[in-house]
């Protein structure tokens, strides 16, 4: 009997997608390159040690697997994004034929995967990008899935993706089809933009605590807990409360944690690509600069031997640090749901962002009650800021997020992404900006012309200075 759905990879997330699948009854074809000495029948032994995967056939030779398939095979990939994708794609190609499905569940950049879908269509193979997102845990019990590419193939690996795909709140799946091309990694990329951004919020408030109150990481935890019973309730800052309260022997394990941030490329790709599409999406960059600006750690220290910055103590209101979170939470996904709105313009996808914002509150690393209000904002209205909910917000938050960013710099503790939203705040909501006096300079140095207030036509105008 032929396996009706294949695997290639089996790296953490290729393994528990496995489990995933296999445990809904699937009969599964399972590859993982043979390595010698390093990676070894990995397959066969993956198989032999979970009894979900006893009706699973296991290879490390791709014809072998790829004839295992029922067709049209449907094959995810989870291999490393960049060349190894490439390179899989390539070694898999003779072994394919019209029809068949390459779904890649990696965190590829959207344009990539837009020419790998051109490179096989001549071929008559489809090629779906796909936002796998919720870590380990979440592949194993149901991840949101974000697929995109064409809407036929969507519908053949459909009863897949959404049997293993986490559930909503009413039970539907957090899966959806996103839209054409590389729509499905796009969204993916902006959600890990969001994501960010709501770790370095969560961040700043435990800077703002920590060094400007003196608490202790678990009074800090303590703080936080009883937010995740209200609006404020997200993964991230469950898992943060359950971080700050770990302990190894005396010590927080917390305080052992070199302060130093990595990344893996995809908040990056999220600022670049903001700048190409002329949207500011300053919280979500602010958030990816914290973590550059973290890495240079020796220069830190250099700096503060030599010109120390002492964070000052400082009165904290606990409503008004909850209040001013969730609105620099607010307009953090205002960011990344506008991106996504221009992206949709300027590629002509037809995002449904009440959709993608539903399948985004379950399964995945930025789910959150904000994210369900977002959803049901969507359904109603197409501009998030001109939303009441987003005026409730605004309304409880504004004062606080304004007093929390003065007192914060004040006391010397920085606050990359809180700054960024207050400015954003303050900026999406000013009706006249100075943005004339830089039209002015433009056409000062450099001939660059402007439009005039009282000629509605558009003209450009240019002054002899
Ligand atoms: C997810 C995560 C996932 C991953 C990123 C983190 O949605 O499951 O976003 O994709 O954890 O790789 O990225 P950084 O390494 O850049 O923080």
Same mark, same amino acid.
């Given at each position: 009997?032929?396996?009706?759905?294949?695997?290639?990879?089996? =790296?953490?997330?290729?393994?528990?997608?496995?489990?995933?699948?296999?445990?809904?009854?699937?009969?599964?074809?399972?590859?993982?390159?043979?390595?010698?000495?390093?990676?070894?029948?990995v397959a066969e032994n993956f198989i032999r040690e979970f009894p979900e995967l006893e009706?699973?056939?296991?290879?490390?030779?791709?014809?072998?697997?790829?004839?295992?398939?029922?067709?049209?095979?449907?094959?995810?990939?989870?291999?490393?994004?960049?060349?190894?994708?490439?390179?899989?794609?390539?070694?898999?190609?003779?072994?394919?034929?019209?029809?068949?499905?390459? @779904?890649?569940?990696?965190?590829?950049?959207?344009?990539?995967?837009? /020419?790998?879908?051109?490179?096989?269509?001549?071929?008559?193979?489809?090629?779906?990008?796909?936002?796998?997102? =919720?870590?380990?845990?979440?592949?194993?019990?149901?991840?949101?899935?974000?697929?995109? $590419?064409?809407?036929?193939?969507?519908?053949?690996?459909?009863?897949?993706?959404?049997?293993?795909?986490?559930?909503? @709140?009413?039970?539907?799946?957090?899966?959806?089809?996103?839209?054409?091309? =590389? /729509?499905?990694?796009?969204?993916?990329?902006?959600?890990?933009?969001?994501?960010?951004?709501?770790?370095?919020?969560?961040?700043?408030?435990?800077?703002?605590?920590?060094?400007?109150?003196?608490?202790?990481?678990?009074?800090?935890?303590?703080?936080?807990?009883?937010?995740?019973?209200?609006?404020?309730?997200?993964?991230?800052?469950?898992?943060?409360?359950?971080?700050?309260?770990?302990?190894?022997?005396?010590?927080?394990?917390?305080?052992? @944690?070199?302060?130093?941030?990595?990344?893996?490329?995809?908040?990056?790709?999220?600022?670049?690509?903001?700048?190409?599409?002329?949207?500011?999406?300053?919280?979500?960059?602010?958030?990816?600069?914290?973590?550059?600006?973290?890495?240079?750690?020796?220069?830190?220290?250099?700096?503060?031997?030599?010109?120390?910055?002492?964070?000052?103590?400082?009165?904290?209101?606990?409503?008004?640090?909850?209040?001013?979170?969730?609105?620099?939470?607010?307009?953090?996904?205002?960011?990344?749901?506008?991106?996504?709105?221009?992206?949709?313009?300027?590629?002509?996808?037809?995002?449904?962002?009440?959709?993608?914002?539903?399948?985004?509150?379950?399964?995945?690393? @930025?789910?959150?009650?904000?994210?369900?209000?977002?959803?049901?904002?969507?359904?109603?209205?197409?501009?998030?800021?001109?939303?009441?909910?987003?005026?409730?917000?605004?309304?409880?938050?504004?004062?606080?997020?304004?007093?929390?960013?003065?007192?914060?710099?004040?006391?010397?503790?920085?606050?990359?992404?809180?700054?960024? /939203?207050?400015?954003?705040?303050?900026?999406?909501?000013?009706?006249? /900006?100075?943005?004339?006096?830089?039209?002015?300079?433009?056409?000062?140095? $450099?001939?660059?012309?402007?439009?005039?207030?009282?000629?509605?036509?558009?003209?450009?105008?240019?002054?002899?200075?």
């Amino acid at each position: 009997m032929k396996a009706v759905f294949g695997i290639v990879g089996l =790296g953490v997330m290729g393994k528990s997608l496995s489990r995933n699948m296999a445990s809904k009854g699937f009969r599964l074809a399972l590859f993982n390159r043979y390595v010698q000495d390093k990676e070894e029948a990995v397959a066969e032994n993956f198989i032999r040690e979970f009894p979900e995967l006893e009706d699973a056939l296991g290879f490390e030779d791709l014809a072998s697997f790829a004839q295992s398939l029922e067709r049209p095979r449907k094959i995810l990939l989870m291999v490393q994004a960049g060349s190894a994708t490439d390179q899989t794609i390539d070694a898999l190609r003779p072994y394919l034929e019209a029809g068949d499905i390459l @779904i890649d569940g990696g965190n590829a950049f959207f344009k990539d995967t837009e /020419s790998r879908i051109s490179d096989l269509k001549e071929a008559g193979i489809h090629f779906m990008g796909t936002g796998v997102s =919720g870590g380990e845990a979440g592949a194993l019990n149901g991840p949101s899935i974000m697929p995109g $590419g064409d809407a036929a193939a969507y519908e053949k690996i459909s009863p897949f993706l959404e049997q293993i795909a986490a559930k909503d @709140i009413n039970g539907k799946p957090c899966c959806t089809y996103i839209g054409s091309g =590389g /729509s499905g990694h796009f969204v993916k990329m902006v959600h890990n933009g969001i994501e960010y951004a709501e770790m370095q919020l969560i961040a700043e408030l435990y800077a703002l605590l920590r060094w400007g109150t003196q608490l202790n990481p678990d009074e800090i935890a303590d703080i936080f807990e009883p937010w995740l019973s209200g609006p404020a309730n997200s993964y991230l800052l469950e898992i943060t409360v359950s971080i700050l309260r770990k302990t190894e022997g005396e010590t927080f394990l917390i305080d052992l @944690i070199l302060d130093q941030a990595a990344n893996k490329g995809t908040g990056s790709w999220t600022s670049i690509v903001a700048s190409d599409l002329g949207v500011a999406i300053p919280t979500i960059t602010a958030a990816l600069f914290a973590r550059f600006q973290s890495a240079f750690k020796a220069e830190r220290v250099q700096y503060a031997s030599q010109f120390p910055m002492h964070p000052e103590m400082l009165e904290v209101d606990v409503k008004e640090l909850l209040d001013a979170y969730q609105l620099a939470r607010f307009l953090n996904h205002q960011q990344g749901f506008v991106l996504m709105q221009q992206a949709a313009i300027q590629f002509e996808w037809q995002l449904n962002l009440s959709e993608l914002a539903r399948i985004w509150t379950n399964g995945c690393i @930025i789910r959150s009650q904000m994210m369900r209000d977002i959803s049901h904002v969507f359904s109603e209205s197409q501009l998030l800021l001109a939303h009441p909910l987003a005026w409730h917000t605004l309304d409880a938050g504004k004062e606080a997020l304004l007093a929390l960013v003065g007192k914060g710099l004040a006391a010397q503790i920085p606050l990359p992404c809180f700054s960024a /939203s207050a400015n954003y705040m303050l900026m999406a909501f000013q009706e006249d /900006s100075s943005a004339n006096l830089i039209q002015a300079q433009r056409d000062f140095f $450099g001939a660059h012309t402007y439009q005039r207030v009282d000629d509605p036509s558009g003209k450009k105008y240019h002054t002899n200075w």
